[in-house]
């Protein structure tokens, strides 16, 4: 397994991303998140997607603010690896998965996920392979929470239209 890919901190809580771990099947991914006290960091939970698959990749990007991390997912089932993002939420002690997010016009291969990160009510998370304007030259995407419900609210793309 591989951990810290990716890593985000917020005050006392930082994630790590381990999009390698194997507990939903091969490279199905994780990420922990540890609680400091003083000067020691300890784990406080280990986080996995609700429906995580083989080759999904979850952790492979991760961001925390608050009371919310959100979990970057790009793989997906092999056959259509358009990606996904997880919000989660603490109350006390326990993370728990509020949503999962994809884009309304997510495509197979857009690698949606591959960048994600949270601020207060909003979340972004990229797309990198997205081709509206023109080949693979990506895109991102914004969500805002209302209580507990996350709704799309943009989509931003490359004024030039320029790949990578």
Sequence with gaps: MTVSISVSISGDYAIVGAPYDDDN??????????????TIWSQQAKIIASD?????????????SGDYAIVGA???????????????????TIWSQQAKIAPSDGAAGDLFGISVSISDDYVIAGAIHDCDISDYSGSAYIWRRDETTWSQQAKITPSDGAAY
């Design 74 to 92: 790009f793989g997906g089932d092999e056959h259509d690896p358009s990606g996904s993002a997880y919000v989660f939420k603490r109350d006390g």
């Design 25 to 38: 099947n091969d490279t199905s991914g994780s990420a922990y998140i540890f609680k400091r006290d003083g």
């Design 52 to 64: 995580g698959t083989a080759w999904d990749y979850f952790g492979n990007s991760v961001s925390i």
